[in-house]
């Protein structure tokens, strides 16, 4: 009961980020290339880098090397009951709705370029 706790407490801490909240949106569609996160957030690779560390860290994000790019994708079951769900409830809500298609017009022209 007490790691649950914790588990809980670092979920809603690391969301608690306008940021790292915009970026677990955008991955609900797809895992992403840290690229495409720079590109729809318009923030440097460091700052991307430093927030998925954090949903990393929380148990909510995962990611995988290909060479010298990194791709973030949500993890699969989701530590806490229906949080995709809530986390899907929020893309029609601003700023999330005008992240997610900017990221469809993204991927559609040129996506990640690695």
Not at 21 to 32: D, G, H, N, P, S
Not at 50 to 79: F, I, K, N, T
Request: proline residues 4%; charged residues 25%.
């Amino acid at each position: 009961m007490h790691t649950k706790i914790l588990s809980s407490h670092e979920i809603f801490r690391a969301l608690g980020d306008p940021s790292r909240l915009r970026m677990a949106v955008l991955l609900l569609e797809k895992e992403l290339c840290v690229c495409d996160l720079m590109a729809v957030l318009e923030m440097s690779q460091s700052s991307v880098s430093r927030h998925m560390s954090v949903l990393r860290s929380a148990g909510l994000a995962a990611d995988r090397r290909d060479g010298r790019w990194a791709y973030y994708r949500l993890v699969e079951p989701m530590p806490l009951t229906d949080l995709r769900a809530c986390l899907a409830e929020l893309t029609s809500e601003a700023p999330h709705s005008a992240d997610l298609a900017k990221l469809h017009d993204h991927l559609k022209t040129k996506g990640c370029q690695a």
